[in-house]
């Protein structure tokens, strides 16, 4: 059986923690059955290591591993995504589609967030555990399968069962193996050496000399919640190797990157300080969000300013580089934040992954787009504020759509999407 340590180092594990070598140990342990683990921590904890040690240590290996984020598929596509779907199940249903279960027979699932999916989708995803056997959706055909499921949580499942939005038998048939990460801060040993290893690999990627941490500043580091955990860890570790000129770190300077401990921080976020995985990428964006409520104020005037006028020439030249900087690709927020996301956390944000332990190269399916599901997050009244505007400037122009799209500063295939997107 491979050792504990020699795991820790192919897949980039560092820490000692008891409780972190059991997890691994455990993992090591069920890999070779086909048992369906439930990995259970905070967020940050580093729970998507264990879905690949236990692929990489199976006889699945040279199938595929594919990690489905279930929080971050709409729920109106989540069925046809897992098991795919018939031709003409759905509007835009224009071909027959397999699923992640299809695609991935022989390997394993790894369903993220878990705790996240739909209770009809839980009903399918029983079926398949307890048989092997799923439908397409718009299908009466039933198929078979054999997949290994391993599935990761940070809600507390016993609260999602009582309030019945997640079903007990699944629980149970999930969670035949439960492996627990435990939190940073009560990784105490680990917490310094994590911080070194970061601040080492961050010195190395912008050519600079490593920071170092002074005596305050470790027992700080030690006294921290880390409700972000690890990822919260990292993240603090870059932006000191970033920012700071001096590289013997204090505990003032410390603190400062530190919300909750005086660290100057927007207020919003000291107001947020409940959430558990708080980390410093809700700074980046909650920027983009601001940003975001100041182009829905600069919607509503514009909105205003249309409603008020009747002649399409003045609005046109007084507002045309507004429009133009709402639907820009200079300000576009979607595409900020993928950037900011594509940058560190790509693979986090990927709803889904395909990973290839083994040497064949194999086909990856495409990964989705990141700016798609922001686009579902949008500020709600944005929405509203454009599709009054689409409205107001279709009816201007007695729905021509190139005229309208000229207007709005879009291009009519956008004009025309968002004609789909609300049903116009
Ligand atoms: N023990 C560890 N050693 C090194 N990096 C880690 C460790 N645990 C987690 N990480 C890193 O922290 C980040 C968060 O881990 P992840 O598995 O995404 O957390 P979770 O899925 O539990 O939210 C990832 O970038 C991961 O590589
Ligand atoms: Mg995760």
Redesign the pocket.
């Known amino acids: 059986m491979e050792s504990i340590q020699a795991t ?1 180092q192919r897949f ?4 000692n923690d008891p409780k ?1 070598n059991r997890a691994i140990e455990k993992a090591i342990q069920v890999a070779p059955t086909d048992i369906s683990v439930l990995v259970t ?9 264990i879905p690949k040690i236990i692929h990489a240590l199976s006889h699945r290996k040279h199938h595929k591993y594919i990690a489905v984020n279930c929080g971050a598929i709409p729920e109106g596509t989540i069925d046809s995504e897992l098991f795919g779907h018939e031709k003409g199940a759905f509007t835009g249903a224009t071909s027959t589609r397999s699923g992640y279960f299809e695609v991935a027979d022989g390997g394993t699932i790894f369903l ?1 967030e878990v705790g996240e999916l739909p209770l009809p989708t839980q009903v399918r995803l029983l079926r398949v555990l307890e048989n092997g056997e799923f439908l397409k959706v718009g299908s009466s055909k039933l198929q078979k399968t054999d997949v290994r499921i391993v599935a ?1 949580t ?1 809600v507390k499942m016993v609260e999602a069962i009582e309030k019945g939005k997640f079903r007990e038998d699944l629980f149970y048939r999930l969670s035949t193996v439960d492996i627990n ?1 435990p939190p940073l801060r009560e990784r105490s040993e ?1 917490i310094h050496l ?1 911080f070194r ?1 970061f601040a080492s690999d961050f010195a190395q990627k912008y050519k600079m000399p490593t920071v170092r941490l002074d005596e305050q500043a470790i027992s700080l580091l030690l006294q921290y919640r880390w409700s972000g ?3 919260q860890l ?1 993240n603090v570790a870059e932006q000191i190797s970033v920012l700071e000129t001096e590289r013997n770190i204090n505990y003032t300077t410390l603190k400062n990157y530190l919300p909750n401990m005086g660290g100057n921080l927007p207020a919003v976020i000291g107001a947020k300080k409940t959430e558990s ?1 708080f980390s410093n990428e809700r700074e980046i964006l909650y920027k983009v969000l601001f940003d975001m409520q100041r182009d829905v104020n600069d919607l509503k005037k514009l909105t205003m300013e249309l409603m008020n006028s009747n002649s399409a020439s003045t609005v046109k030249e007084e507002n045309s580089s507004l429009i133009n900087k709402i639907y820009s690709k200079e300000h576009n927020h979607e595409e900020q934040l993928a950037a900011i996301v594509e940058d560190e956390y790509a ?2 944000s990927a709803k889904v992954e395909v990973l290839n332990i083994s040497e064949t190269p194999e086909q990856k399916p495409s990964n989705y787009d990141f700016a798609e599901e922001i686009e579902e997050e949008e500020n709600l009244s944005l929405h509203e504020k454009e599709l009054e505007l689409i409205k107001k400037s279709l009816e201007k122009y007695k729905g021509k759509r190139k005229d309208a799209a000229d207007e709005l500063g879009i291009s009519e295939r956008t004009l025309y999407r968002k004609i789909k997107q609300y049903n116009l």
Not at 12 to 15: H, P, T, W
Not at 41 to 49: F, T
């Open positions: 820790k980039g594990i560092i820490g972190l921590g905070e967020s940050g904890v580093g729970k998507e290591s993220d990761a940070n990460l680990d994590l290893k955990n690890i990822r990292r995985d693979e986090e």
